[in-house]
């Protein structure tokens, strides 16, 4: 672990009392560790619009059922397999599947294999929770 530094913030009154309503809801030990996550979030963000290795995950929610939609998401997959490092099928109930899929890579390409799959007919639900490698923060 890096070197701790301490800094001070002014803040509006009632902007700080926001912030700490929400620390203490979303149970946060102290400010610190809340300011931390917003700063690295921030930071990770910045990575996704550069020119760096990213990773994150697409979640699909999808009907089995649909004629041809399993080969669909399998042949998408197949032609960004470069980017995908695992993939985890999850059977929610009769009808409906939830794949996860985790990527790594280059941002524009993961956000095109996200659009890809997202766009197939009969996915009820797809999302991109972008992360980090963890090498710039």
Not at 101 to 112: L, N, P, T
């Amino acid at each position: 672990m890096s070197e701790l530094t301490r800094f001070s913030v002014s803040l509006d009154k009632e902007l700080l009392d926001k912030f700490d309503g929400q620390i203490e809801s979303d149970r946060y030990p102290t400010r610190s560790k809340a300011i931390a996550d917003l700063i690295r979030s921030k930071i990770v963000a910045r990575e996704w619009v550069g020119d760096g290795e990213v990773a994150g995950a697409i979640i699909i929610v999808y009907d089995h059922h649909k004629h041809g939609l399993t080969n669909s998401l399998t042949s998408v997959q197949h032609e960004y397999y470069k980017l995908i490092i695992s993939s985890q099928h999850v059977h929610l109930d009769h009808d409906n599947c939830l794949e996860i899929v985790v990527v790594k890579g280059d941002a524009r390409e993961i956000e095109a294999l996200a659009r890809a799959l997202k766009v197939i007919k009969g996915v009820k639900h797809s999302s991109l929770s972008m992360a980090t490698t963890g090498t710039s923060i």
